[in-house]
């Protein structure tokens, strides 16, 4: 039972595509997994084929209201299901503010969702936002997509420092790089000056290849499309790699 964030401050860095794509694999190998979409733009509910939830949804699983088997979707690739991104989602950093004890009800409800599924992995939108504080708190890991330009470490620290002003635990906190063009020099020195920092992160890295983007129009993982590709073979790698990491022991 594992639970983990595609996070990011920067929009466009793959989250949603990595986010679909280890689930995909998480679920080929029989378990039960949950994609939770808890971006209002819904990239990975229309990724997924489905339609976004109807009124309510995951606002009433925070209030209590209704029961996680009410607002989870079956999807059409087998032992996937997907809890759908809510437009209203927009407003969900209004919703747990006015909600007492927000961060007891998120971590309830992830808690809850651990009973039915082996791996959640939740796509998150691009804020720093009290919904991102929930989710910081409450997953096993967080995984941060990087493009490898200068500002990579740049924005990467801001996430450490974040975690550490927040004194949120940041041995959850595991970058990997993607939409590698190995042509351009800057991300070649950029990989190389954080394998020198001996910077802790997945080996395995994604490379940019115009497949991936394919994935909103095939509407599903890139496996059922392009298997033997190198974006496949590379983020089969990632998922190996990311299997084997432990959850952090609670600091007492
Ligand atoms: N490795 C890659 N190579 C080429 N294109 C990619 C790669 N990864 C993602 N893309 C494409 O880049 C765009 C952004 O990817 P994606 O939606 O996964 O990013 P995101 O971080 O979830 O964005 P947002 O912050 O808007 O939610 C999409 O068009 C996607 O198809
Ligand atoms: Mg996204």
Redesign the pocket.
Known sequence: MKTYA?Y?L???????????NLAYLAAEENYRTLVWDL?P?G??TYILNQPAALEGGIRQLLKLESAWEDVIKETTIPNLSLLPSDPRNRNMDLILDNLKHSKKRFDRVLHELKQHFDYVFL????NLNVVAENIFQSVDFVLI?MIPTILSKHSLNQVYHFFETHEYDTRKLIPFF???DHRKKMHIDTIKDFQDAKQRMLNAI???????????VERTAIFQFAPKSK?SLSYRKLWQELKCFRKPKPIL
């Open positions: 595609l990011h920067k929009g466009g860095v793959g989250k949603t595509t990595t986010c679909i971006d733009q990239s990975a796509d998150c939108p691009p997509p993607t939409l590698v994604i490379p940019y290849s115009s497949m991936l983007e394919r994935m909103s974006p």
